[in-house]
């Protein structure tokens, strides 16, 4: 059974840095073919492209984000780092973490429950 | 940047046939996925490839391509179906991940 599952902090203060966890289960990053990409959804509006990784490091950023944002695998290939740096209140919104289940073209078949981080003072 | 448009909102009566379109200029040179999502919960993919169908996912959705427009067909729709959906893509290099502003659907 593939799960993916995100964690983080709840709440973090304006210029601070965020880190998220996607924890995957049910299939190896291992497979090269197989990645995972960061998501993350305001309230009310659409779904937004952060990064991606896959197992043999290819990364990818967001154009508009790449200048604060760093995604990293860990050795064990079971769990996905996104850090963001100088955080604002914009940046409020739930975060995913989703399966890329082929090197290209990506789209994306599972999905974590995601987690809701709110950038306040 | 490149941008997929949708329209904000559809409604449809049970029983009835849906369709939601997507459009953007790199459509005829990339696929488009189609996501459903209900209130509070994550993107669930139900069209991937512009007209392939994930197992599990209902018969009554399909989706077709033509030209720069991409369409999800929901047939025979039920009260369940009422959800927001989103279209997916790259743009013209392949290299960036877009997503369309989403269309609400009602089910009247």
């Known amino acids: 059974q593939v799960t993916l599952k995100e964690s983080g902090p709840v709440l973090v203060k304006p210029t601070e840095t965020l880190t998220l966890t996607c924890t995957v289960s049910?299939?190896?990053?291992?497979?090269?073919?197989?990645?995972v990409i960061w998501i993350r959804q305001p309230p009310g509006k659409a779904p937004e492209w952060l990064a991606h990784?896959?197992?043999?490091?290819?990364?990818s950023y967001s154009t508009s984000l790449r200048n604060r944002l760093t995604i990293s695998m860990d050795t064990s290939k079971t769990q996905v780092v996104l850090t963001m740096i100088n955080t604002d209140p914009v940046d409020t919104a739930t975060y995913y973490c989703?399966?890329?289940?082929?090197?290209?073209?990506?789209?994306?078949?599972?999905w974590g429950q995601g987690t809701l981080v709110t950038v306040s003072s | 940047s490149y941008e997929l448009t949708q329209p904000p909102s559809e409604s449809v009566s049970p029983g009835q046939t849906a369709r939601i379109t997507c459009s953007g200029d790199?459509?005829?040179?990339?696929?488009a996925y189609w996501y459903q999502q209900k209130p509070g919960q994550a993107p669930v993919l139900v069209i991937y490839?512009?007209?392939e169908r994930p197992s599990g996912i209902p018969e009554r959705f399909s989706g077709s391509s033509s030209g720069t427009t991409v369409t999800l067909t929901i047939s025979g729709v039920q009260a369940e179906d009422e959800a927001d959906y989103f279209c997916?893509?790259?743009?013209?290099?392949?290299?960036?991940?877009?997503f369309g502003g989403g269309t609400k659907l009602t089910v009247l």
């Open positions: 997916q893509s790259a743009d013209s290099s392949g290299t960036s991940v877009v």
């Open positions: 049910g299939f190896s990053l291992s497979n090269a073919k197989m990645g």
């Open positions: 989703a399966r890329i289940p082929e090197q290209f073209p990506y789209y994306f078949d599972y």
């Open positions: 790199a459509l005829p040179k990339q696929f």
């Open positions: 490839k512009d007209t």
């Open positions: 990784i896959f197992s043999n490091d290819e990364k």
